[in-house]
Every structure is written in structure tokens, then in C-alpha cells.
């Protein structure tokens, strides 16, 4: 069992910086991989990032390419989502995921422990 709990989201003005943080409890979270998803009022839930178990290995959707880094302290139980250049269309509720598996998984039915989510609201 894993039970995941987000923090950083908040409000920022386009071209801001965040850095959101999953937290998780369990011992074998390191043998999880992790994923951040958002979901935006009115749209379907979409993939954002996603790591391997080791780190080693990363996924991220076009939009946010060059902008979005994804990371994991495995010491630490923590997975984070640094998020430069800020637009308002990154506006949603971010919620990290994890997946037992070792590789990068970037379908949502492959993951099965959610967080509750963290709102992220980008003004112009």
C-alpha cells in the first residue's frame, strides 16, 4: 500500500516558477514508478511527467517540454515537479500517481496509487 500526499501547488502570474513535491509512505515506494498527471475544469485527465523507479528514466508530454522537470529522492520518499515558465494553460489540478512497476508508465490505467491533488492556477 501507498498512500501519496501532494504540496506546492498555489496561484502564479505566467512565467512563474512552482515546484510541486509527492510525498509517500511506504518502503517500497523506490520500486515504484511515479507519474504527475493534471486534470483542468472540463477536460479529460492528461499526463504531465513520469519517472522511473530509479530516476534514471523520464517521459513528458510536448506541452511541457523544456519547461517541466521531473525528479525523485528515493532517501527522501518524495518525487517533484519543478515547473518553469509558467502559462496560464498549465491551470489544473496536478496529482501525482504511482505505478508498480520499474520503467516509465504513461498510461493512467497503469498506475494504482493516487494522490488527492494539488490546484495550480496560472494568471496572464
Known amino acids: 500500500q501507498v498512500q501519496l500526499v501532494e504540496s506546492g501547488g498555489g496561484s502564479v502570474q505566467a512565467g512563474g516558477s512552482l515546484r510541486l513535491s509527492c510525498a509517500a509512505s511506504?518502503?517500497?515506494?523506490?520500486?515504484?514508478?511515479v507519474g504527475w498527471f493534471r486534470q483542468a475544469p472540463g477536460k479529460e485527465r492528461e499526463i504531465v511527467a513520469a519517472?522511473?523507479?530509479?530516476?534514471?528514466?523520464?517521459y513528458y508530454a510536448d506541452s511541457v517540454k523544456g519547461r517541466f522537470t521531473i525528479s525523485r529522492d528515493n532517501a527522501k520518499n518524495t518525487v517533484y515537479l519543478q515547473m518553469n515558465s509558467l502559462k496560464p494553460e498549465d491551470t489544473a489540478v496536478y496529482y501525482c500517481?504511482?505505478?508498480?512497476?520499474?520503467?516509465?508508465?504513461?498510461?493512467?490505467?497503469?498506475?494504482?496509487?493516487w494522490g488527492q491533488g494539488t490546484q495550480v492556477t496560472v494568471s496572464s
Open positions: 519517472i522511473s523507479w530509479s530516476g534514471a528514466s523520464t
Open positions: 500517481a504511482a505505478a508498480p512497476r520499474r520503467g516509465v508508465a504513461v498510461v493512467g490505467g497503469d498506475y494504482a496509487y
Open positions: 511506504g518502503r517500497t515506494f523506490s520500486t515504484y514508478a
